[in-house]
């Protein structure tokens, strides 16, 4: 399908368990467990799609999409004597989010940058972590399953709350409706991303959404009005 993330699919990471060593002290995998060549402990462990017994390109499969199943808001104002109130609910379903700002801040790539938390709970020989890989234990710039997150979200995204000052109060200034309000934006966002902002498209393409690589998220905006009818 169109927006679908065609990537290689992983099973945690390789661990000692999954190798032996021969006489040289060279990592050889087991019966069974297949990696990409070179591969040793702490490295991705990648699923062998095809069954051929090796990794290789032909083991990228789709998984993911960015489009939302569903996805919608609702509206509505109140209003209560001088007071009106408003809001705005917007929430998407069923789409994936491509989280590239974790892969590049939790892999060393070039060694140049600082990095996420959840390295601290990367693989080595002493701590044989199976949810991030050793601080070499990637294929760089290679697009895996491990970053495809789910971005459901339910957004409160405007919130109003206004008063009307009476008229017997304001038609002495001629002044025929005066009404002082605060409206808040993007309050609180419900979602189990891990990233700043599941409603991202960084890309700027339709053909390529849920695409996150250091996209800014929304910000949370406060206005303070008067609103004067004369």
């Excluded at 044989?128 to 070499?136: E, T």
């Amino acid at each position: 399908a169109l927006n679908s993330y065609y990537v290689y699919p992983t099973d945690g990471l390789l661990q000692e368990n999954d190798f032996t060593k021969d006489a040289d002290g060279k990592w050889i995998p087991k019966d069974g467990v297949t990696i990409f060549d070179g591969q040793q402990p702490g490295d991705i462990k990648y699923k062998d799609i095809d069954g051929d017994g090796i990794i290789t390109p032909d083991d990228r499969t789709t998984i993911g999409n960015g489009q939302p199943d569903w996805y919608g808001g609702i509206t509505n104002t109140f209003n209560y004597k001088n007071i009106d109130f408003s809001f705005m609910f917007q929430f998407q379903y069923g789409n994936d989010v491509y989280n590239a700002t974790r892969m590049f801040n939790t892999q060393s790539q070039d060694e140049r940058s600082n990095q996420l938390v959840e390295v601290a709970d990367r693989w080595t020989p002493t701590h044989a972590s199976n949810r991030v890989p050793s601080a070499k234990g990637y294929v760089k710039y290679e697009l895996y399953s491990r970053f495809i997150e789910d971005g459901s979200f339910l957004r409160l995204k405007n919130i109003t709350l206004g008063y009307t000052l009476p008229k017997k109060w304001t038609r002495k200034a001629y002044i025929n409706r005066l009404r002082v309000y605060g409206t808040a934006q993007n309050i609180f966002c419900f979602t189990k991303y891990s990233g700043y902002d599941p409603e991202v498209n960084m890309k700027s393409s339709p053909l390529m959404p849920g695409f996150d690589w250091g996209a800014y998220p929304k910000s949370r905006v406060f206005t303070f009005g008067v609103e004067v009818q004369f």
